[in-house]
Nanobody, 120 residues
Framework: QVQLVESGGGWVQPGGFLRLSCAAS????????MGWYRQAPGKQRELVAT???????NYVDAVKGRFTISRDNAKNTIYLQMNSLEPEDTAVYYC??????????????WGQGAQVTVSS
């Protein structure tokens, strides 16, 4: 029905930057709220950033001023721009999107995960 594909993960030195993307495709009628989560080894998954259907954004305190979430409605894609990366940002990042399909069913979808590693 609907697929999510994440890209943009990798390794970067402290102070560097990366941009994650999450593209949705399939029988999409409307995309509602979107968000990025992350999970570090041995830690609980946490919500990093969200963006609503009207463009309102929120961030966890640890990334405020460094990360920016955005969406391109024409491409059914969300992004997470990560600047001034720190070793503490090392984690697997997952996108989460709520979709109303053409068949008028609601699906809560997760990306496959993107590894972000920040080290010297």
């Amino acid at each position: 029905q609907v697929q999510l594909v994440e890209s943009g993960g990798g390794w970067v030195q402290p102070g560097g930057f990366l941009r994650l993307s999450c593209a949705a495709s399939g029988s999409i009628f409307r995309i509602n709220d979107m968000g990025w989560y992350r999970q570090a080894p041995g830690k609980q998954r946490e919500l990093v950033a969200t963006i609503t259907s009207v463009g309102s954004t929120n961030y966890v305190d640890a990334v405020k001023g460094r990360f920016t979430i955005s969406r391109d409605n024409a491409k059914n894609t969300i992004y997470l721009q990560m600047n001034s990366l720190e070793p503490e940002d090392t984690a697997v990042y997952y996108c989460n999107i709520g979709v109303l399909t053409i068949q008028r069913t609601f699906e809560d979808l997760w990306g496959q995960g993107a590894q972000v590693t920040v080290s010297s």
